[in-house]
């Protein structure tokens, strides 16, 4: 079970990574105002979303503790990410506080991730 959950986790880890880095490589487009969400940016999400769940699964089936409060916090500011990357994804051009809220939010959910203990 630790080998499935290990696997996971890292899957869990390029998501955030795919999510973070679009981010990243729009930031200079953002301070002109062209930034956009990117295809990696909801994939990335998406992975995240699919492989949270899996894992607070996996450790509850494993009869580890999991944080329903902090789960239930790193949720809802994902869902919140999806569904603005999701509805504009389509933009040429993006709000850059929109697109800086984003950039916000994954960046509260990694040292959630990190910190919470």
Request: a neutral charge.
């Amino acid at each position: 079970m630790d080998v499935l959950i290990h696997l996971f986790v890292g899957l869990h880890i390029i998501g955030i990574a795919s999510l973070l880095g679009g981010f990243l490589t729009q930031m200079k487009a953002m301070g002109q105002g062209t930034a956009r969400f990117v295809p990696a940016m909801l994939h990335g999400a998406l992975t995240m979303l699919v492989t949270g769940v899996i894992l607070v699964g996996l450790n509850q089936a494993d009869d580890q503790t999991v944080n329903n409060i902090k789960i239930g916090v790193k949720l809802a500011l994902l869902v919140v990410i999806l569904g603005l990357v999701y509805v504009q994804r389509d933009e040429e051009k993006v709000d850059k506080r929109l697109f800086g809220l984003v950039g916000a939010l994954t960046t509260a959910n990694i040292f959630i991730a990190v910190l919470w203990t």
